[in-house]
T-cell receptor, first 115, second 114 residues
Framework: DQQVKQNSPSLSVQEGRISILNCDYTNSMFDYFLWYKKYPAEGPTFLISISSIKDKNEDGRFTVFLNKSAKHLSLHIVPSQPGDSAVYFCAARQITTSGTYKYIFGTGTRLKVLA | DVKVTQSSRYLVKRTGEKVFLECVQDMDHENMFWYRQDPGLGLRLIYFSYDVKMKEKGDIPEGYSVSREKKERFSLILESASTNQTSMYLC?????????????FGPGTRLLVL
């Protein structure tokens, strides 16, 4: 059962416009969320994160919004650039039964920014 | 700069072979993770370790085992490889148990089991 879902497998956006990537989750106990970007033949790299006590976090062109009541987060990229073309994964932190932490990843959204 | 290295970028093995995937990190991180990435399924956690000789099952541990004899090295073992273990394997590390540190990923090993 997928606890973290990215329902759009792909997205195309014109250069300079806004890219909005969405992520839904089912577990209300998740308390920390991250976005990663992955280029082909490379491992994912961290992009931005947000704690569940906040509803927005901004870092340059990247903003993450969290709507806890809807169990939904989104990543906004403004303005989009061709170098942003990659697969984006959202991830949610879960406390394990042994008191450690693990991350549950979504299925990914492939973003293509058109020049 | 944190570096996570994986022993092979591409690997081809036969069904039934024992396969070792090695991961090394150079930043004295406590936590290390093994994921597999498959189309339409995202990254799924196989095993993780928060200390030397400690390991914990992830979401899909069946058919895999791990070894962490040294802090910097985390090995994933496929005891008897099967075709459904053909996948991209990603290793990651993070600094401590608090969990709010980002994970640093290696470049991945693409494994093909024939």
């Amino acid at each position: 059962d997928q606890q973290v879902k990215q329902n759009s497998p792909s997205l195309s956006v014109q250069e300079g416009r806004i890219s909005i990537l969405n992520c839904d989750y089912t577990n209300s106990m998740f308390d920390y969320f991250l976005w990663y970007k992955k280029y082909p033949a490379e491992g994912p790299t961290f992009l931005i994160s947000i704690s569940s006590i906040k509803d927005k976090n901004e870092d340059g062109r990247f903003t993450v919004f969290l709507n806890k009541s809807a169990k939904h987060l989104s990543l906004h990229i403004v303005p989009s650039q061709p170098g942003d073309s990659a697969v984006y994964f959202c991830a949610a932190r879960q406390i394990t039964t042994s008191g450690t932490y693990k991350y549950i990843f979504g299925t990914g959204t492939r973003l293509k920014v058109l020049a | 700069d944190v570096k996570v290295t994986q022993s092979s970028r591409y690997l081809v093995k036969r069904t039934g072979e024992k396969v070792f995937l090695e991961c090394v990190q150079d930043m004295d991180h406590e936590n290390m993770f093994w994921y597999r990435q498959d189309p339409g399924l995202g990254l799924r956690l196989i095993y993780f370790s928060y200390d030397v000789k400690m390991k914990e099952k992830g979401d899909i541990p069946e058919g895999y085992s791990v070894s962490r004899e040294k802090k910097e090295r985390f090995s994933l073992i496929l005891e008897s490889a099967s075709t459904n273990q053909t996948s991209m394997y990603l290793c990651a590390s993070s600094k401590s148990r608090q969990g709010k540190e980002t994970q640093y990923f290696g470049p991945g090993t693409r494994l093909l089991v024939l």
